[in-house]
C-alpha cells in the first residue's frame, strides 16, 4: 500500500516537471539541465535550513514553518526528478540505503 502512494507521487513528482520543461522552453529556448536541476534543489535544501533555524528560533523570519513545510517536500520533488533524469530507481535506490543503513544497527 505505501509503495503504490510512492508510486503516485514519483509519477505527479515528474508530470509536474514535464510540464515546467514546457514552460522552459517557452521562456528560454531549451530545459534546464541536470545541473541547473541540482542548483535548483541545492537552493531549496538551503532554504530547508535557514527555515529550520527560523523553527527552532535561533532566526527570524515570518512563515517559516509554511515555507519550511513547502521546501521540504519541494526537495523530495528535486530529488525525484533528478534520479529520474539520471536513470536512477530512487525506489530501488531507497531500499538500498535503507537495508544498509539498518544493517549497521
Known amino acids: 500500500m505505501a509503495n503504490d502512494n510512492f508510486n503516485e507521487i514519483i509519477e505527479r513528482s515528474i508530470k509536474i516537471r514535464k510540464s515546467y520543461h514546457e514552460l522552459e522552453l517557452k521562456q528560454n529556448g531549451k530545459v ?4 541547473q536541476d541540482a542548483l535548483g534543489f541545492l537552493s531549496d535544501a538551503g532554504l530547508v ?3 529550520t533555524m527560523s523553527h527552532e528560533k535561533t532566526w527570524s523570519k ?3 514553518d509554511e515555507e519550511l513545510e513547502h521546501k521540504l517536500a519541494e526537495s523530495i520533488w528535486w530529488i525525484i526528478n533528478l534520479s ?3 536513470d536512477i530507481d530512487i525506489k530501488v535506490a531507497m ?3 535503507l537495508t544498509k543503513t ?3 544497527f
Do not use: C, P, Q
Not at 32 to 35: D, K, N, P
Open 49 to 51: 535550513g535557514r527555515n
Open 95 to 97: 531500499d538500498k540505503f
Open 102 to 104: 539498518e544493517n549497521l
Open 84 to 86: 529520474d533524469r539520471m
Open 32 to 35: 534546464w539541465t541536470i545541473e
Open 62 to 64: 515570518a512563515n517559516s
